[in-house]
């Protein structure tokens, strides 16, 4: 257990103040006996607090005023009396009442705080499945995208050194919109992005179509792209942060002719 | 005779030990009763019950259920609390001072004869507000964690750190 932490965390400030459960305090009490800096930090914190309270004290109130008291109290119990077997059952029988009232306390304390923990387990949950919900939309809208009519599928192969590789584009031409399917690729290091390029062959013209600069925190790694060229292939790149006016053929990672034939 | 020897010597009614304890303690319990009753007289008399209330169940007090402060602390809250809500009591005081620790502190003349008095002021004078709530709910009223965010409306997990970062500025200057 990391004790620093433990000591930082204010838990040793809500066990003087006598707000922790049952558990915690027999948990900080052990802590205690194994870590002497936190009994250290435990004693320092309360005679802090004694200070502080005392300081609010209007005036003190001598031991004397009610030192007869507790003799008294003492010696009542060393004299017993003569044994009156009404008030013995009527002590146990409250004894015994109070002892279920306890009993009844503990555990409606007890069940209140699995409530509280089952709430926030329950508000956990629903996050998630928020979250959940939230990607299967996504999900579905790239599927239903995906699956229109006259979408054209451009497969995008690893280059020289980079055969390892691929891509693919799904390019709906009636929205001009292209689908980046980018899995096959590889995160893009510290400095460097991903660039997309349109290209056409005759003669070899590219034009960017954009950085990709989310690329490493992106789950599903298809990126939706507006294209609006007339493109004969598409390339990708790997550029130096902000990305490049022209391709670094060097970095050509992928590469796809268009299929004209639909 | 160390602390835990005292209690012990304590909870097998040894009133001399039990002398010391209440010295090292009353003037505590007494503030915090007096901060919630606002009656120094009425105080007294709680103050009293609530030292002859841990006299008489000394055996019930475990250290591992907490420290013996905070053992005679809840038991001075509990009894100031049902003194408040008590017929008599309501009757005689129509309202009650809405007043914090820290007004108390202020204008507290008991204080002139005890040697952290300089600090003490100091310290209430150069709390934040928030600090002065967290540590009035926590110490003095005996406010749960979640009662204390509710409060404050801040999130429960800040109660825990931020009080630390109160009660810190406070051991700084009186310890």
Known sequence: MDIKAYIESGILELYVAGQLSEKENQEVYELMQ???????????????????????????????AFKD?????????????????????????????????????????????????????????????EKARDNLAETRRLLDALRTKDILTVPLNGQG???????????????????????????APEGKVWQVWSLTLNPLTPTSLGIIDNFNTDDNKIFAITNTNESQAFGITLEPDGGSASPTMEQLYTLGVVNTAP | MNLEQLILQFQKKDAK????????????????????????AISDEV???VFLKAWSNAESYSQKKGRFFTWVLNIA????????????????????????????IAGNTNLENQTDAIGIKKFVSQLGEKCKLIIEFLYFKGYTQKE????????????????????????????
Not at chain 1, 172 to 187: Q, S
Request: with cysteine; aromatic share 8%.
């Open chain 1, 34 to 64: 194994q870590h002497p800096e936190l009994l250290k930090e435990v004693l320092e914190i309360e005679a802090s607090i004694v200070k502080l309270t005392a300081a609010t004290s209007p005036n003190s109130v001598k031991f004397d």
């Open chain 1, 69 to 129: 008291k507790i003799t008294d109290a003492k010696v009542i119990q060393l004299n017993p009396k003569k044994t009156d077997w009404v008030t013995y059952s009527g002590w146990a029988a409250s004894i015994i009442l109070a002892g279920g009232l306890i009993w009844t306390l503990n555990n409606n304390t007890e069940l209140t705080n699995q409530i509280e923990t089952v709430s926030t387990e329950r508000q956990l949950l629903e996050i998630q499945i």
């Open chain 1, 161 to 187: 050194n980079y055969d390892f590789a691929y891509a693919k584009v799904y390019w709906n031409k009636n929205d001009n919109t292209i689908y980046l399917d980018a899995k096959g690729l590889p995160n």
């Open chain 2, 17 to 40: 030990a039990f002398e010391t304890l209440y010295n090292m303690y009353s003037d505590s319990i007494h503030g915090v009763v007096y901060n919630i009753v606002r009656d120094s």
């Open chain 2, 47 to 49: 103050v009293q019950d």
């Open chain 2, 77 to 104: 809250r509990n009894a100031a609390i049902d003194k408040i809500r008590s017929k008599a009591f309501k009757t005689s005081k129509q309202n009650l001072d809405v007043d914090f620790f820290v007004d108390i």
């Open chain 2, 148 to 175: 204390v965010a509710e409060s404050l409306e801040i999130p429960i997990g800040t109660v825990k750190t931020r009080n630390r970062s109160c009660i810190q500025k406070l051991r700084d200057i009186v310890l």
